[in-house]
């Protein structure tokens, strides 16, 4: 008797999660982080499969970090749904909350995107695959299928790609992040808006091209989102401050029932990321989060 009751509520699991996977916009969403990319650029940037995916999807040159405009503080804003006044961190480095967070989940962190994916379907496929051992503490880890930090990128400055390319020829993932610390280690070292700096998002967007076809070699390309993104910009060779070179960041998302509908004028924020890949995947999203999700670019 115990065993039918049991089967029964597996089947009645599996018909839920299913429905709830049939209501996602597209069954994969690929997120590509590139660390210190400044909206600023895009324009002078010889980057042919990024602005490919701009002319047959939707984006932003508007979008506004929160502040500090610098790395910890923002990716966590961009995963967390809200800002630094509610996750708590507020810091460059900050590997956990400086203020304490207003809301913890039972993975041990602010609620993210991550975390709620994997509570509305434990079998989804999720990776994460970054440069900058600070991504490590902005995740909900525990909610990962795989996850690899990449040191080796001295030898092998393609290394991160590469990675990328075969876990999705793998694992097909349902939802993927790869984080570059590229072009913010540039625009430190030689400078933001210089030509060292425009080489490396030449390179980078070499990148995004290989894990686009990965994505069709996979033969998953027709059911993929893809987001490209970014944490702050850059002024000289710095960051963190209020001018607009800092602060206003790229936002491009094309693919599965997104619009061609290239730039959108909607006011957005780094908080607003998470709430747009929750609208992806028909996630309810908690009532810590202050984003929006940006409705208007979806079919």
Known sequence: MKKSILLVISCLFLIVNSADAAKWKAKHVIFIGLDGWGSYSV???EMPTVKR????GAYTLKKRTVLPSSSAVNWASMFMGAGPELHGYTEWGSQKPELPSREISHYGIFPTVWGLLRDSDPNAEIGYIYEWEGMYFLADIKAMNYYEEIKDRKNDPSITAKKAVEYIK???????????????????SKG???????????ELDSYIGQIVNAAKDAGILEETIFIITSDHGGINKGHGGKTMEEMETPFIISGKN???????????MQFDVAPTIAYIFNLKTPQVWIGRPMKQVFK
């Open 170 to 188: 793998k694992s097909k993932p349902n939802f993927l992040g790869v984080i570059f610390d590229n072009p913010d280690g540039i625009g430190h």
């Open 192 to 202: 933001h808006d210089t030509p060292e700096y425009y080489q490396v998002l030449k």
């Open 53 to 56: 995916l701009m002319s047959e």
């Open 43 to 45: 324009e002078k940037a």
């Open 258 to 268: 997104i619009k061609k509908n290239p730039e959108f004028n909607e006011s957005m």
